[in-house]
């Protein structure tokens, strides 16, 4: 089921896609953690430099461990760097690697590797696939 959801996931990031520059899978840099958030838009917002993009498991804010998730090494949700950059210090600050919010160990997964990502209209999203 967890791979279903994965898969519809990642097809409901493509219909985003619109052909144009791509830009590849961003990487994660230390660097300042601040950022705004709270759902909107400017999680995936991008300018156009390819090193601006990037997935991340970690989907939502984490505010406690109450909103710890379990990564299992399959990021699926695009977004920017600056995002994944802060989400990552909330769960260092606040998560146990390896335990859910309940305090469980977490379970053992693998994951496909994900489409590449752009930077199109100023939106992080899947970039086009070839026809």
Do not use: W
């Not at 144009?20 to 709270?38: F, R, V, Y």
């Not at 769960?91 to 335990?99: E, L, M, V």
Request: with cysteine; net charge negative.
């Amino acid at each position: 089921m967890r791979h279903t959801l994965q898969l519809l996931l990642v097809l409901a990031s493509a219909s985003f896609a619109v052909a144009g520059a791509g830009c590849s899978k961003g990487q994660l840099t230390s660097g300042d953690a601040g950022g705004n958030d709270g759902g909107e838009p400017s999680t995936v917002a991008c300018t156009a430099s390819a090193s601006e993009c990037t997935r991340s498991e970690i989907d939502h804010e984490i505010h406690s461990a109450a909103d710890c998730v379990c990564l299992l090494g399959c990021p699926f949700t695009i977004m920017n760097v600056e995002t994944a950059n802060r989400r990552a210090a909330q769960y260092q600050a606040f998560c146990t690697p390896g335990k859910n919010a309940q305090g469980q160990p977490c379970p053992v997964d693998d994951c496909a590797q994900p489409a590449s990502l752009a930077c199109i209209g100023g939106r992080c999203v899947v970039e086009s696939l070839p026809e």
